[in-house]
């Protein structure tokens, strides 16, 4: 018997890292690896936030803080999304964490019980199944689909609901499809989980990053009808290009607020203090550069999706938001070849040294995430490896007949 507590068994590695792991190790020995597996902008952090970074060191501001975060950063979250989405909450309704990541795995285990049902959607960013199940909750998958664009339908969700049901969990942009959830939904949503007493909690770590004019204001929707019940978990990381710096947020009612720094005070207490600096220079100084960035990201994105469906064997919908495409790839697949995309995307790094995350780890076999977060000259070049194994594998004929 293993000696490690059960709920070890119950989860795996994440897949992301582990991908970035391979990658990593490939390019120390020397190859030129191009590295699409990354869910993290290529830009350089914004020099105002690096600024105030280099005045926190300069002023000693090095020592501990409040776990929950400084009061002058919790109120920065609260102006942001005042100006943003039109809602107000106090600083005393934030926490501030290490990542959107340590918002939802806080949330998970200050809200969810052994026996809980957590709904939320497929393909999902893996973290997202694997926090509930080391809350000792049950993630329950609703699949979304590839031939209506992963659209979250409210429907599938409600009829998901069981007695045992704690909570609904909702990305959007969603990693790694892209898809959005519409306000109108959104709201169906609300409306049955206050009818029933259910948390709805938003991993809204993507925010920023949506494309088309659409609206998306899902935090005022759920704060006009069920204010006392919702969730809403995001960072700098993906919208100020500042992954490495662990900001990340909980919005919420105070109580659970509260429980959620009693986790964090027992675990990893305040984040970096040099960080929170940093953090409140990128939520009240200058916007533009998000845009700067959200115009660069929809024209990398509209390339590499013309480069890839040149193909026809890759079949992939144009992504309303984050900075990954999904590409499906089974009829590239076949019992004498390459037999899932787990081992496509080891075959993609072994021969053409392109990383690529595989769909299994997404709850999505048959798919892979390819990021274009990165420049589009090596996104050409990744692309351009791409087709050239597409061909070889044709050549060497193993595929299965085109659908
Ligand atoms: C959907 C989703 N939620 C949360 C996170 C975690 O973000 P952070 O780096 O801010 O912890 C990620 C990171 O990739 C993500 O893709």
Same mark, same amino acid.
């Given at each position: 018997m293993s000696?490690?507590a059960?709920?070890?068994?119950?989860?795996v590695?994440s897949?992301?890292?582990?991908?970035a792991?391979?990658a990593d190790r490939?390019?120390?020995?020397g &190859?030129? &690896?191009v590295?699409?597996?990354?869910?993290e902008?290529d830009?350089?952090t914004?020099?105002?936030?690096k600024?105030a970074a280099h005045?926190a060191l *300069?002023?000693?501001f090095?020592?501990?803080?409040?776990?929950?975060?400084v009061m002058?950063l919790?109120d920065?979250?609260?102006?942001?999304y005042?100006?943003?989405y039109?809602v107000?909450?106090?600083?005393?309704?934030?926490i501030?964490?290490?990542?959107?990541k340590?918002?939802?795995?806080?949330?998970?285990m200050?809200?969810?019980d052994?026996g *809980?049902?957590?709904i939320?959607?497929?393909?999902?960013?893996p973290?997202i199944?694997?926090?509930?199940?080391?809350? *000792?909750?049950k993630p329950?998958?609703?699949?979304?689909h590839m031939e209506?664009g992963?659209?979250?339908?409210?429907?599938?969700l409600?009829?998901?609901?069981?007695?045992?049901?704690?909570?609904i969990l909702?990305?959007?942009?969603?990693?790694?499809?892209?898809a959005l959830?519409s306000e109108?939904?959104?709201?169906?949503?609300?409306?049955?989980?206050?009818?029933r007493?259910?948390w709805?909690i938003?991993?809204?770590t993507y925010?920023k990053?949506?494309?088309e004019?659409?609206?998306?204001?899902?935090?005022?929707?759920?704060?006009?009808r069920m204010?006392?019940k919702?969730?809403v978990?995001?960072a700098?990381?993906k919208?100020y290009a500042?992954?490495?710096?662990r900001?990340?947020?909980a919005?919420?009612?105070k109580d659970?607020?509260?429980?959620?720094n009693?986790i964090?005070?027992h675990s990893?207490?305040?984040?970096?203090s040099?960080?929170?600096?940093?953090a409140?220079a990128a939520?009240?100084?200058p916007?533009?550069g998000v845009?700067?960035?959200?115009?660069e990201?929809?024209?990398r994105?509209d390339a &590499?999706?013309a480069?890839?469906?040149?193909?026809?064997?890759i &079949?992939?919908i144009?992504?309303g938001?984050?900075f990954?495409?999904?590409?499906y790839?089974?009829?590239?697949?076949s019992p004498s070849g390459?037999k899932s995309?787990?081992?496509?995307a080891?075959?993609?790094?072994?021969?053409?040294a392109?990383?690529v995350?595989?769909?299994?780890?997404?709850?999505?076999?048959g798919?892979?995430r390819l990021?274009?977060a990165?420049?589009i000259?090596?996104l050409k070049?990744?692309?351009?490896?791409?087709t050239?194994?597409v061909?070889?594998?044709?050549s060497?004929?193993k595929l299965?007949?085109?659908r």
């Amino acid at each position: 018997m293993s000696s490690f507590a059960s709920r070890m068994s119950r989860v795996v590695a994440s897949p992301t890292l582990k991908v970035a792991a391979e990658a990593d190790r490939l390019r120390r020995s020397g &190859v030129d &690896v191009v590295d699409l597996g990354a869910g993290e902008p290529d830009f350089a952090t914004p020099e105002h936030v690096k600024d105030a970074a280099h005045k926190a060191l *300069d002023a000693n501001f090095t020592k501990y803080t409040p776990s929950a975060g400084v009061m002058e950063l919790r109120d920065a979250v609260a102006q942001r999304y005042k100006i943003d989405y039109g809602v107000e909450f106090k600083p005393e309704e934030v926490i501030i964490t290490a990542g959107a990541k340590q918002a939802l795995y806080n949330t998970a285990m200050a809200l969810f019980d052994p026996g *809980d049902e957590v709904i939320t959607t497929g393909p999902f960013w893996p973290s997202i199944g694997d926090q509930i199940k080391l809350a *000792d909750a049950k993630p329950v998958i609703v699949q979304t689909h590839m031939e209506d664009g992963f659209t979250i339908h409210a429907a599938p969700l409600i009829d998901a609901i069981t007695p045992r049901t704690k909570a609904i969990l909702v990305n959007s942009p969603c990693n790694p499809t892209g898809a959005l959830m519409s306000e109108a939904e959104m709201a169906k949503i609300a409306d049955a989980a206050s009818a029933r007493g259910l948390w709805v909690i938003v991993d809204f770590t993507y925010e920023k990053l949506i494309y088309e004019p659409v609206k998306h204001n899902l935090i005022k929707v759920l704060f006009e009808r069920m204010r006392d019940k919702t969730v809403v978990c995001s960072a700098t990381s993906k919208a100020y290009a500042m992954t490495g710096w662990r900001c990340g947020w909980a919005i919420a009612p105070k109580d659970v607020i509260t429980q959620c720094n009693v986790i964090q005070g027992h675990s990893t207490s305040n984040i970096n203090s040099i960080t929170q600096k940093a953090a409140i220079a990128a939520l009240t100084g200058p916007q533009d550069g998000v845009t700067t960035m959200l115009n660069e990201y929809r024209r990398r994105r509209d390339a &590499v999706h013309a480069w890839l469906t040149a193909d026809p064997r890759i &079949v992939c919908i144009k992504p309303g938001g984050a900075f990954y495409l999904f590409p499906y790839i089974a009829d590239l697949l076949s019992p004498s070849g390459i037999k899932s995309s787990g081992e496509f995307a080891e075959a993609l790094l072994k021969e053409v040294a392109v990383a690529v995350t595989p769909g299994e780890g997404f709850n999505a076999p048959g798919f892979f995430r390819l990021s274009y977060a990165t420049s589009i000259e090596r996104l050409k070049e990744g692309c351009d490896r791409i087709t050239t194994f597409v061909q070889k594998l044709e050549s060497s004929g193993k595929l299965t007949a085109a659908r």
